[in-house]
């Protein structure tokens, strides 16, 4: 580490809550790749955690960025704004529910509204209020969402939680049968479990939540706050499921780094919410709307579904090529442009090699190491990562 990092590190540790640990300092982004404060260049397979799919200094995200900014940054929710208008009029054709949108600012708040709205609709339809979600997934890190999100981790030292949750196991119908009961308003799932190691829901299991849901008149919630915005290869990762979700929630990708929120219903759900019942100063704010609507532009107009499919399964078939060759190496999962390998030791070890070649990648868990690039990522690039990922593993595990 050189000085110029170190240095900036202790100013950050000085005046930063210690809710991270950052070894790096990131001082630029382009396309694919990152340079740290020092200039070195990595390849960037977290995209941000998720959030820079269509890359780093995207030519149309920028100009949509500094067009709306020069015209106005924020109006408050007692008025409208266009862009926010047509962000919503598209996210609801791109999902084909036939509902309406509310806008927020993050993950967490998504998915937050998204359990407001299930207990408000809940309220009049017999008093039920619980939901059910599922071991190993991740909703977020408000004190409901950290409830909903069945991982001791996040939730130690912040008793009391909310009330209003059970949790059941992923891919498991029999698991979730047994834990609805006469107070269950919805089943809440990931259709790609993100930060619980890249699991995707099976098709059986995810048919089988929406006829759990019909039979018994429950919601059904997809959080696509990772997976969505064409990561798996579909706009939002349920559309490669033959279901649709009551609701469902996106964040990450959908502002191009801008940071942006949305929570979808169908029509049935569409005016649960009233005036006053919910509400967010930035929700919706036209800078991040106009953004979205470049970002959602570029992943239609450079072919970005289908790429993420073509390029994801190369990536794949690299990854299985090293399972196949080292024994420590377990599996690959996932879909599209999010997967995971599976490894017996601590996937840190395996991060960090990574990132001594000049791969930044992520931890899911602590056997599964994430990839998540840009949607952009071409197979030039890709053999060059593979290349990266074939030295590290041979560092580590030995040629």
């Given amino acids: 580490m050189s000085d110029k990092t170190q240095e900036l590190l202790e100013r950050y540790r000085a005046v930063m809550m210690p809710t991270y640990a950052p070894s790096t300092v990131i001082a630029s982004g382009k396309g694919l790749t990152v340079r740290d404060a020092d200039g070195m260049m990595y390849y960037d397979f977290t995209s941000g955690i998720g959030v820079q799919s269509v890359g780093y200094g995207c030519k149309k995200v920028v100009e949509a960025i500094q067009k709306q900014a020069s015209v106005f940054t924020h109006c408050s929710n007692l008025y409208a704004n266009v862009p926010a208008i047509k962000l919503a009029e598209r996210l609801v054709e791109l999902s084909g529910l036939g509902g309406k949108v509310f806008f927020c600012n993050s993950g967490a708040e998504a998915n937050e509204a998204a359990i407001k709205l299930a207990r408000r609709w809940g309220a009049a339809n017999g008093g039920r209020y619980e939901i059910v979600t599922f071991r190993q997934g991740f909703h977020g890190r408000t004190l409901?969402?950290?409830?909903?999100?069945?991982?001791?981790?996040?939730?130690?030292?912040?008793?009391?939680?909310?009330?209003?949750?059970?949790?059941?196991?992923?891919?498991?119908?029999?698991?979730?049968?047994?834990?609805?009961?006469?107070?269950?308003?919805?089943?809440?799932?990931?259709?790609?479990?993100?930060?619980?190691?890249?699991?995707?829901?099976?098709e059986e299991f995810m048919r089988g939540v929406r006829q759990l849901c019909d039979e018994k008149n429950l919601l059904m919630i997809v959080d696509e706050v990772q997976s969505g915005i064409g990561r798996t290869g579909t706009w939002f990762a349920w559309q490669g499921y033959d279901v649709k979700p009551d609701l469902f929630t996106c964040a990450k990708a959908l502002a191009g780094g801008l940071p942006m929120g949305a929570l979808v219903s169908n029509a049935k759900l569409a005016d649960v919410f009233t005036v006053s019942a919910h509400a967010s100063t930035f929700g919706g704010n036209p800078v991040a709307a106009a953004t979205a609507l470049a970002v959602l532009d570029t992943i239609e107009s450079e072919g970005l579904l289908e790429n993420a499919v073509k390029v994801g399964e190369l990536l794949r078939e690299a990854l299985q090529g090293f399972v196949d060759q080292y024994d420590a190496l377990l599996e690959v999962r996932g879909k599209g442009l999010m997967l995971g390998l599976v490894c017996e030791g601590e996937a840190k070890e395996l991060v960090e090699a990574f990132k001594g070649q000049g791969l930044l990648t992520l931890t899911a868990g602590a056997h599964v190491v994430r990839f998540l690039p840009p949607l952009t990522l071409g197979e030039d690039d890709l053999e060059d990562v593979v290349d990266m990922i074939s030295d590290a593993l041979g560092s580590v595990y030995g040629e």
């Avoid at 996040?154 to 029999?174: K, R, S």
């Avoid at 609805?180 to 619980?196: N, P, R, S, W, Y």
């Fill in 144 to 202: 409901a969402t950290v409830a909903a999100t069945a991982q001791a981790w996040c939730q130690e030292g912040y008793d009391p939680l909310p009330v209003g949750f059970a949790y059941a196991d992923y891919n498991d119908l029999d698991s979730v049968k047994a834990a609805i009961g006469d107070k269950t308003v919805a089943v809440m799932l990931e259709a790609v479990q993100g930060e619980g190691g890249v699991t995707p829901a099976t």
